[in-house]
T-cell receptor, first 115, second 109 residues
C-alpha cells in the first residue's frame, strides 16, 4: 500500500541517549515534514523539507535535526533526548511545498517516551 | 500571535447532525483545512476551503468566512465510526500550517 512508513512504532529511551526516527514515503512527494503531537496542543512543526537536499526549521526545532539525502527518506534525529521530547511524532508528505491544496499524507506515528 | 480555537470535546447521537466550529487569528490566510484523526491513528484529510462559502463532500460539509475568521465542519447522518478528533488548520501568509488542538467528537447510540 502506497504511503508513509515510520519506524519504530514506539520506543522508550533513557534521557541523554540519541535516537533516530525513520520515515520513508513511496509517493514521490517533493515536500516532507516532521510534527509532534502533545495532549491539548495542536500539531507542531519540527522541521520540513520542500525538496530533496534542502531542509528548514519549523516552530519547535531545538533538540532535533533532519536530513533529506533523497526524495523518499526523511529521518529525524534526537541527539541527546530529554523528557520534554516525550511525544507522538508524525512524519508527513505533500506533492508540493506551498500553494494549492497541498494536502498532507501522514505516517502512522512514532510514540517516544524519554525517561 | 497566531491562534486556532476549537471546542475540546463534543457529544452527539448516532443519526444526528453536528457542527464543529473553528475560529482563527493568523498572519495572513492561504486556506483552511479539516482533518480527521481516529484515536491512535494518523490524521487524514477531509476538506479544504480557500474561498468563502460551503464545500460539500458526501455527509461532510465545510464552511468558511474569511472576514469573520471562522469555519465549521458539518457532519450529517452521524455514524459510530465518526467518533474521532477533528483538526482545524490554517495556512498563513508564509504558507505554514497552524493547527488547532482538535475537537474530540463522541457519538452515542
Amino acid at each position: 500500500t502506497a504511503g508513509i512508513t515510520q519506524a519504530p512504532t514506539s520506543q522508550i529511551l533513557a534521557a541523554g541517549r540519541s535516537m533516530t526516527l525513520r520515515c520513508t514515503q513511496d509517493m514521490r512527494h517533493n515536500a516532507m515534514y516532521w510534527y509532534r503531537q502533545d495532549l491539548g496542543l495542536g500539531l507542531r512543526l519540527i522541521h520540513y523539507s520542500n525538496t530533496a537536499g534542502t531542509t528548514g526549521k519549523g516552530e519547535v526545532p531545538d533538540g532535533y535535526s533532519v536530513s533529506r539525502a533523497n526524495t523518499d527518506d526523511f529521518p529525524l534525529t534526537l541527539a541527546s533526548a530529554v523528557p520534554s521530547q516525550t511525544s507522538v511524532y508524525f512524519c508527513a508528505s505533500s506533492e508540493q511545498g506551498a500553494g494549492g491544496a497541498n494536502v498532507l499524507t501522514f505516517g502512522a506515528g512514532s510514540r517516544l517516551t524519554v525517561l | 500571535g497566531q491562534n486556532i480555537d476549537q471546542p475540546t470535546e463534543m457529544t452527539a447521537t448516532e443519526g444526528a447532525i453536528v457542527q464543529i466550529n473553528c475560529t482563527y487569528q493568523t498572519s495572513g490566510f492561504n486556506g483552511l483545512f479539516w482533518y480527521q484523526q481516529h484515536a491512535g491513528e494518523a490524521p487524514t484529510f477531509l476538506s479544504y476551503n480557500v474561498l468563502d462559502g460551503l464545500e460539500e463532500k458526501g455527509r461532510f460539509s465545510s464552511f468558511l468566512s474569511r472576514s469573520k475568521g471562522y469555519s465549521y465542519l458539518l457532519l450529517k447522518e452521524l455514524q459510530m465510526k465518526d467518533s474521532a478528533s477533528y483538526l482545524c488548520a490554517v495556512r498563513d501568509s508564509n504558507y505554514q500550517l497552524i493547527w488547532g488542538a482538535g475537537t474530540k467528537l463522541i457519538i452515542k447510540p
